[in-house]
């Protein structure tokens, strides 16, 4: 197949770590790499935000790299992107129309807005891949929310118009359900892990006397690591490494990053959390490897990358029961799940899981086996297929029998 992603804000070249930097990006650049290797040719279209990069990429890993015209081309926050997604959609259709695509898989809202344009106009069927709802967000971030206002209405009309949406968890399908869309045209595939790269054997952090807890993540409030910092005065043996960010160095600048560290100070956990900024995905599995626990504390998380990363090293997780995090972290087999935004029901099951090495290990052990089998991407990438083909065999019935789209 010759398959189109489009990734409007998030590019699979960009290197993690900043505000709109996130498991989007791995998504579609493992993805995309993992249906190359499947034999299939894949193009990546993405905006256009600096005046150096070239019209076309080719990725290392055997994918393509389009830079489409939208806008200024410089850095523009995501949620600032709307107004230029009609030039988006227009460098798309223009795309779309010079080679022939079999498929259009989008990811995000505004990505599926100029996709569904896009494709329409072309006659290539459409598959979505939201990764986050604006209902969700809304609900849990509320006037702190910095989405467009249409943004709520117009994924309705993306779901609903899109061939197949491709939930990333069994949460995501009940939110999607109420939005109108068909449950026959929504499949739950998952986000992945490189599991060769994220193993248990291979080099450790350096670590202190302490045990340690490592959590991961971009610096926002969302992520709840004030509630990982505020679990640490319940367990004086043990520090907390925030890993994320701005470089090292500049996160005492940066607002979220600041008001972290002002709390430690205040609850007087400040020489036990470290925070390290922004670590390079190279060695994202050494700071694992160093770790006793991993915690995602989030309020919300449409899906989370960290546990699956922290599993394939072998490192037991505890993590806030929300969206995602229930289907990968299986509580009592892989790690433990906790009441989001409750400190004391952290430290509680850190506290447990802190004084007992052998469950720890075990847990491990069960998360290894869980993401070497269940969210490898070569299997990602399979389930994909599998939406592709559906789609696409849904549709021949459609045009022997010479009904329009």
């Known amino acids: ?72 081309p410089r850095r523009i926050p995501k949620d600032e992107l709307l107004p230029h997604m009609q030039e988006f959609a227009c460098g798309l259709r223009e795309h779309f129309a010079e080679a022939e695509f079999d498929v259009v898989h989008s990811h995000f809202w505004m990505s599926g807005l100029t996709a569904r344009l896009a494709s329409r106009a072309c006659g290539i069927p459409l598959v979505h891949t939201f990764h986050a709802l604006g209902i969700v967000k809304k609900r849990y971030q509320g006037a702190a929310d910095t989405s467009p206002p249409q943004r709520v209405s117009l994924e309705c009309k993306i779901g609903q118009s899109a061939d197949a949406v491709a939930a990333t968890c069994s949460d995501e399908v009940f939110e999607l359900v109420r939005m109108g869309i068909p449950r026959a045209r929504i499949a739950v595939v998952p986000c992945g892990v490189d599991t060769a790269e994220f193993r248990p054997d291979g080099p450790r952090a350096r670590r202190t006397g302490r045990l340690r807890l490592t959590t991961v993540g971009r610096l926002v409030r969302r992520k709840g690591f004030d509630v990982a910092i505020r679990a640490l005065t319940a367990l004086p043996d043990a520090e907390l490494v925030i890993a994320g960010g701005p470089a090292a160095g500049a996160v005492c600048e940066d607002d979220e990053g600041g008001r972290l560290l002002r709390l430690a100070e205040e609850i007087g956990v400040r020489e036990r959390v470290a925070m390290p900024g922004q670590i390079p995905r190279s060695r994202m ?27 394939a090293c072998g490192k037991p997780v505890v993590a806030s029961a929300v969206g995602g995090l229930t289907d990968t972290v299986v509580d009592g087999v892989t790690g433990m799940h906790v009441p989001p935004r409750n400190s ?23 998360g290894r086996d869980r993401a070497v089998q269940r969210y490898s991407w070569n299997r990602v990438a399979g389930e994909t297929e599998r939406v592709y083909e559906n789609v696409l065999g849904q549709l021949m019935p459609r045009a022997a029998g010479g009904v329009g789209r």
């Open 344 to 366: 004391d029901a952290l430290a509680r099951a850190l506290h447990r899981l802190l004084a007992q090495p052998v469950q720890r290990e075990q847990f491990g052990h069960a």
């Open 285 to 311: 599995p050494e700071l694992l490897r160093s770790s006793d626990v991993v915690v995602c504390s989030p309020w919300y998380e449409p899906f989370g990358i960290v546990p699956l990363e922290a599993m």
């Open 1 to 72: 197949m010759k398959i189109a992603m489009v990734s409007d804000h998030a590019s699979p070249l960009v290197a993690m770590g900043g505000v709109d930097t996130g498991g989007q990006n791995v998504h579609v650049a493992a993805l995309s790499a993992a249906l190359v290797g499947r034999g299939h040719q894949v193009e990546v279209f993405t905006r256009r935000d600096d005046t150096v990069l070239p019209d076309r990429v080719r990725a290392d890993d055997g994918y393509d790299v389009v830079h489409v015209p939208a806008g200024p």
